[in-house]
C-alpha cells in the first residue's frame, strides 16, 4: 500500500470537517484550543497562528471566489484562529475580508489588523476610515505603518488614536528583510505594540537582531511570508516530508515551516495566506502538538537549506 | 523606493492568475457577444491594411482609436482596477493612445496607411493578425478554455499588439509618438503575465521589441 500524499491527507481533513461549513460558526464547539502567545504589551493572548490576505483575497467582486475566502475564514474562525492581517495596498482583499465577516455575521473573537499605506500624513486618516468602512467593523485592533512608508507622519496619528481609545495597538511593518535598520531604530525609540517582518526556514535575518529587539522591547511579532508566497512550499513539496518531522507532529511540509516559525519565542503570530480551506485548518493546527526545540529548529533550517 | 534592487517582479503581482484569469472569463460572458462585432471590425482593418487609401486610413485610425477607448473604459477601468489599483493610473496609456490616433490619424491626417513592401511590411501585417487571430488562441491552447479568450478590440492586451501592427504600418513622423504608449502597455502587460508565469508572456514584450525596432529600421532607411 502505497504512502498517503499531502493531497490525501488534506482531502481526509476536508471530508472530516466538510458537515461543519453547514451549520451557522456559532454552533460550533473549537475542535482544538491553538496555542496562544501574549502580546507583551498588554498581556492580552491571541493564537500563534492567523491569516493574511495578500494575493490570496483580492478577487474583486468576483461572487463564487468570495464566497471561497468566506470559506477560509469561516473554517479560521472554527478552528480558533483570530488575527486576520490585511491593508489598502492589497486590492480588493479588505473589501473581501468584509464581505467575509458580514456573511459569518462578524465573530466576536476577531482580530482586526490592518495598515495605512500612504505616503502623505495628512491623508492617513481618510484611509484609515476607508479601511475600516471596507472592513465593516467598530474600530480596528491593530493598525501598522506598512512598509514604513510615511512612517515620521504616521505614527504619532496612530499613537493619538490609541491615546484616545480609537484603537488598540500600533505597529510597523517591512518584507522581505527590507529596511532592517531603520526598524531596528523605530523598536528602540518608539512605543510600539506589533513589528511585522518576514520570517522563515530560508530567510532568517531576523534572528540576529529583530527578534532578540522584539523580546527585550516587549514587542509582539507577526511574521508574513511564512511561505514565501508559495515558492518554499513548491521547492520542498518535490521532496519527501522527513520521517523526523512525525516527531513534532507535522504531518506535511506546511506544518513543519510554521512549526519551525512559530516556535521562535519571540514570535507571536504567523499570517500565512491561502484561498483553500483544508490548507487554513493544515495551518491553524499546525500550532497543536509538540514544538521544536533549538536543537530541532537547527534541523529543520539545515534540512529546509539543502533541498 | 528604497533598497529598490530587492524587489521583485512578484513583489508588484497583487493578484493570483486564477483570479485574474476569472475575471476574463466573466468579463467575457458580460460582454459577449461584442466580441463577433470587434472581430468583424478587425477583419476589416486587415483587409485595408493590404490596400489602404487616405480615407480608409482615416477610418482605421478612428475604429482602433474607439475600440481602445471602449477597453480602457469596460476592462481596464471597470473590471481589472477591482484586483489592481495600478490600473487606474495605466488606464491613461490606452486612452492617450486612442487621443493620439484620432487627433494625428483620423482628424489631421498627419499619420496614414502606407502599402509597404518587403521585411517590415509583412512583420506590420503578421503583428496585427498575431494580435487578431493567434492572441485569442492561446487561451484554449493553453488549457483556459475559450471562455477566457482575450480578444482584439474586447482584450488590452490583443489590441495593443494589433495596434503596434497598424503602426508598424504607418507613414508621418508623428508615430513614434503613436507608438509609445502601446509600448508601455506591452511592457507592463509582459511583465505582469511572466510574474504570473504565464506562457504567452513573451508576445506582448516582443510585440514592443519589433515595433520599435520596424520604427527605427525604417528611419535608417529613409536617411
Known amino acids: 500500500m502505497s504512502q498517503p500524499t499531502r493531497r490525501d491527507l488534506l482531502r481526509a481533513l476536508a471530508a472530516g470537517t466538510a458537515a461543519a461549513f453547514l451549520s451557522p460558526l456559532s454552533a460550533f464547539a473549537q475542535p482544538f484550543a491553538p496555542l496562544t502567545r501574549s502580546i507583551p504589551s498588554s498581556g492580552e493572548s491571541l493564537p500563534v497562528v492567523g491569516l493574511g490576505t495578500w494575493i490570496t483575497f483580492n478577487v474583486g467582486d468576483d461572487p463564487e471566489l468570495r464566497d471561497e475566502c468566506t470559506a477560509v475564514m469561516k473554517a479560521f474562525f472554527r478552528e480558533g484562529g483570530r488575527l486576520i492581517d490585511s491593508s489598502p495596498m492589497y486590492g480588493s482583499s479588505q473589501q473581501v475580508v468584509g464581505y467575509g465577516l458580514s456573511k459569518l455575521e462578524r465573530p466576536s473573537t476577531l482580530f482586526c489588523a490592518d495598515k495605512v499605506w500612504i505616503g502623505s500624513g495628512e491623508e492617513g486618516p481618510a484611509q484609515i476610515e476607508e479601511s475600516r468602512s471596507r472592513w465593516g467593523i467598530r474600530r480596528f485592533d491593530l493598525l501598522q505603518v506598512h512598509n514604513l512608508l510615511a512612517w515620521s507622519d504616521h505614527l504619532p496619528k496612530l499613537l493619538a488614536m490609541k491615546r484616545g481609545g480609537r484603537l488598540r495597538y500600533v505597529g510597523i511593518t517591512t518584507s522581505e528583510g527590507r529596511r532592517h535598520g531603520e526598524i531596528e531604530g523605530i523598536m528602540r525609540r518608539e512605543p510600539i505594540d506589533f513589528v511585522q517582518v518576514s520570517y522563515n526556514a530560508l530567510d532568517r535575518d531576523v534572528e540576529t537582531r529583530i527578534l532578540p529587539l522584539a523580546q527585550d522591547r516587549g514587542i509582539a511579532v507577526i511574521v508574513n511570508r511564512p511561505f514565501q508566497q508559495g515558492s518554499l512550499i513548491r521547492h520542498v513539496a518535490r521532496h519527501r516530508l522527513p520521517a523526523w518531522a512525525a516527531d513534532i507532529g507535522a504531518t506535511s511540509w506546511a506544518q513543519l515551516l510554521l512549526k519551525f516559525i512559530i516556535s521562535h519565542p519571540a514570535v507571536t503570530c504567523v499570517i500565512p495566506a491561502t484561498t483553500q480551506v483544508p490548507h487554513v485548518i493544515e495551518n491553524v493546527r499546525s500550532s497543536s502538538g509538540p514544538m521544536p526545540d533549538a536543537a530541532m529548529r537547527a534541523r529543520i533550517a539545515t534540512h529546509v537549506a539543502q533541498l | ?223
Not at chain 2, 530587492?6 to 472569463?25: A, K, M, N, Q, V
Not at chain 2, 460582454?31 to 470587434?38: C, E, G, N, S, T
Open chain 2, 1 to 223: 523606493m528604497p533598497e529598490w534592487w530587492s524587489y521583485g517582479l512578484s513583489d508588484f503581482l497583487l493578484f493570483s492568475p486564477r483570479t485574474y484569469y476569472r475575471l476574463i472569463e466573466r468579463y467575457n460572458e458580460t460582454v459577449w457577444p461584442l466580441h463577433l462585432l470587434a472581430a468583424g471590425l478587425g477583419l476589416a482593418i486587415a483587409m485595408v491594411l493590404r490596400r489602404p487609401t487616405a480615407a480608409r486610413s482615416r477610418a482605421v485610425f478612428a475604429t482602433v482609436a474607439l475600440l481602445w477607448i471602449w477597453v480602457s473604459w469596460s476592462f481596464v477601468w471597470n473590471r481589472y482596477a477591482t484586483i489592481n489599483w495600478a490600473a487606474s493610473y495605466l488606464v491613461w496609456l490606452p486612452l492617450i493612445e486612442a487621443g493620439l490616433l484620432l487627433w494625428l490619424g483620423a482628424m489631421s491626417g498627419r499619420l496614414t496607411l502606407v502599402r509597404r513592401a518587403g521585411v517590415w511590411g509583412y512583420a506590420g501585417i503578421a503583428t496585427f493578425l498575431v494580435g487578431l487571430v493567434l492572441y485569442p488562441m492561446f487561451a484554449p491552447m493553453l488549457g483556459r478554455g475559450l471562455s477566457q479568450a482575450e480578444v482584439f478590440g474586447v482584450m488590452p492586451e490583443p489590441t495593443a499588439v494589433a495596434t503596434l501592427g497598424v503602426l508598424l504600418l504607418t507613414e508621418g513622423s508623428p508615430r513614434w509618438l503613436a507608438v509609445v504608449p502601446m509600448v508601455l502597455w506591452c511592457l507592463t502587460a509582459g511583465a505582469t503575465l511572466y510574474a504570473m508565469r504565464s506562457a504567452e508572456a513573451w508576445l506582448p514584450a516582443a510585440a514592443a521589441i519589433l515595433a520599435l525596432a520596424g520604427l527605427r529600421a525604417r528611419a535608417i532607411a529613409a536617411t
